[in-house]
């Protein structure tokens, strides 16, 4: 499976918990048994990154939706937002903007049509600070 695949896949399974809150595992598990899914491993590891980091990853997000608050933000561009600020900050061995690119990449497919826009305003934000810091850190 290729890596864009993957990250459709993790989309679909953490968009799948922001509506009924199981775990992962659990909704891995269960699409398993019932639709004969097998969870691709880095989609697995992407959504478990997104659970396991779910309040720092809203935290992040918050920061840079100006004008906007969490609870007003499509259950899809969350879902978006978080997969990619997850890959940002977690995935060292993944550039941020292919995380952002595909990102908006599945915002245009599963989002309303003002999300790839948004989701790329605030990704861009969120990989300008970071790359900021990161270059306060080198020697």
Known sequence: ???????????????EQTMN???IQHIIDAAGMSRDLIADDFAEKLAQGVEDHREELDEII??????????????TALTILRLAVCE????EDIPAQVSANEAVELAKKYGAA?????V??????????????????QP
């Not at 918050?62 to 007003?72: A, C, D, H, L, P």
Request: proline content about 0%; overall charge neutral.
């Open 1 to 15: 499976m290729k890596r864009r695949e993957a990250r459709e896949q993790a989309f679909i399974l953490s968009f």
């Open 21 to 23: 809150h199981d775990s």
């Open 62 to 75: 918050s920061r840079y939706i100006r004008g906007w608050k969490m609870e007003r933000l499509s259950k």
């Open 88 to 91: 940002i900050c977690f995935e």
């Open 114 to 118: 003002e999300d790839a826009a948004f």
């Open 120 to 137: 790329n305003g605030v990704l861009a934000s969120v990989i300008r600070d970071k790359e900021g810091d990161n270059a306060h850190e």
